[in-house]
């Protein structure tokens, strides 16, 4: 593929911005890779890895750059918009891959010049890692990265966008900022919260100690606790800004969940039967969607029959 | 490997039967072994792939058996062990593989003839496929099998289980009935009846369709989905006989969620941030215990840096 934007900027330099920039360059996307952490040994790493050239600051690194990514935690993308804002290039695009929308836009908007796009985006990719070393340049392959474009938008703009994006792997769809922050509570922000949650309540237990959670952690909390793995700080500003969306779940959540704990306290199978069946149609969904391995228990085991 | 027990029967021959069956036979630990099913069409398939017999019926299935292993639903563990009782040799050891060991013994030991020899099992292996062609010979290799003895079994006859058990690549631990239904409700009941309700909530939503669901299952949702895929019929069971642990479990569970949600409303981004490292600890606990994989995404993605 040929270049997309001559010079990338980089504004904070986790998973998602190593594996953008590993990308980027396998398929030669960006002529320049620029970055900026605000950590010295995080920027060493970046400079040794992925980047062509790390800055000091953010201010410095956007200079001349006709993309800028922010990929820093969400409640850290208003000081930092306020920081690039007067040397952002006229024309530049910025985008940032915060995992809530609502929150990003209302702190990063008012900062942004007229002449430059503001492009808000999602990635929805990851790993239980973080940090400048966790990067791979097939973490986007054939997942979703959803943008919230606004009616101001240029469309031209927004398919040069789309285009790096699919250029690094991703499959792009776009949609309405308060419609994805409920989508994403949704499949997203909601498990992390109840993983979290059950993880917790194991640590708690006195009657079951630590070493016997851990040895019998059986599928199931093993799974949980991949997912109570991730990043804190990206966790805790997630929940904090997408609150109203995940607080309706959450009340949506232990409804039902009182429902089965009512159900198995009286003692009807049946209920528990067809809802457990119910569920099971909605993996098939997902599997046949192409968003997930069909070998049982993701492939850990060694030979992959599906049952019959 | 010799041969431990010259005749073992299988009562019921789904995924652990099947996987029982495979590797018993891979490492030559059972001269013989014969099947039994209430279906014709998993009996057929079990003649083809892992039995050297196939009986109708389960009466007929233990004669001569030196080992029997009731691999049904929990529900049907009373009236399949009333059927064969007459029928047991003489000091042969019969076992079971429900996950609930309280409610098995309550439902199975009263029927079990003096000179037979019944200890308790529960393996902590499993995929989200069941029946009879899901088996594969290394889904016990290095994953715990819970045996749970009573002060009168025999200990020659433990030792002998322990041996087949290990022989089959399982680790084998013994511990009391009431405390093994108290760890797997932590472990794996509850989380699992957690992974259905998530699964259930979004399939009510009204503002998000079934499709956006599906699409954007991103990590975390994902996970649940594989979870909530599992047999129908052993959860409703083991829900409905392990319900005084998993309903306390449940309880601590809201409590410990209704403490992170209100948290999120007051914007107490500390408590979260404090929260979430504990659980990273937990995780990092169960690699070190080699019960899960320390590749990012459990291995899906590509290439597996762990991050700095």
């Known amino acids: 593929m040929s270049v997309i934007y001559p010079r990338v900027a980089l504004i904070g330099l986790g998973l998602i911005a190593s594996s953008m920039a590993h990308a980027m360059r396998a398929q030669g ?49 208003g000081a930092i918009a306020a920081e690039i804002a007067p040397h952002l290039k006229p024309g530049a695009v910025v985008t940032d891959v915060g995992s809530v929308k609502g929150a990003v836009v209302e702190a990063v908007a008012p900062h942004i010049p007229p002449g430059v796009h503001f492009i808000p985006g999602h ?55 308060a419609h994805h922050d409920l989508v994403v509570a949704v499949v997203s922000h909601a498990p992390h919260l109840i993983a979290y949650t059950m993880v917790g309540v194991a640590d708690h237990m006195r009657r079951v100690s630590q070493s016997e959670i851990v040895q019998y952690s059986a599928t199931g909390f093993r ?13 805790r500003d997630v929940f904090l800004t997408n609150k109203d969306a995940v607080l309706d779940i959450l009340g949506r959540f232990t409804e039902e969940l009182f429902v089965l704990q009512r159900a198995i306290r009286m003692g009807d199978g049946d209920h528990l039967h067809a809802y457990f069946t119910r569920t099971r149609a909605i993996r098939r969904g997902i599997i046949e969607a192409g968003q997930d391995t069909a070998a049982p228990d993701f492939g850990r085991g060694a030979e992959p029959p599906r049952g019959g």
């Not at 790493?45 to 956007?62: H, I, K, N, Q």
């Not at 200079?63 to 990514?69: I, K, N, R, S």
């Not at 997942?143 to 789309?162: H, I, K, N």
């Open 29 to 77: 996307l960006a002529a320049e890779i620029i970055g900026h952490a605000r950590s010295a040994e995080t920027r060493a790493v970046a400079r040794e890895l992925f980047c062509d050239r790390v800055c000091e600051t953010a201010a410095e690194a956007v200079q001349g750059a006709d993309l800028v990514v922010l990929a820093v935690p969400i409640g850290a993308m």
């Open 123 to 177: 990635p929805m990719a990851g790993t239980e890692y973080s940090g400048p070393r966790s990067g791979f340049a097939t973490l986007f392959q054939n997942r979703w990265w959803l943008l919230t474009p606004g009616a101001e938008t240029d469309a031209a703009e927004l398919a040069r966008l789309r285009s790096l994006l699919e250029g690094i792997g991703a499959k792009v769809d776009t949609m309405d900022v």
């Open 223 to 235: 799974d949980f606790t991949r997912i109570a793995a991730s990043d804190p700080t990206m966790w």
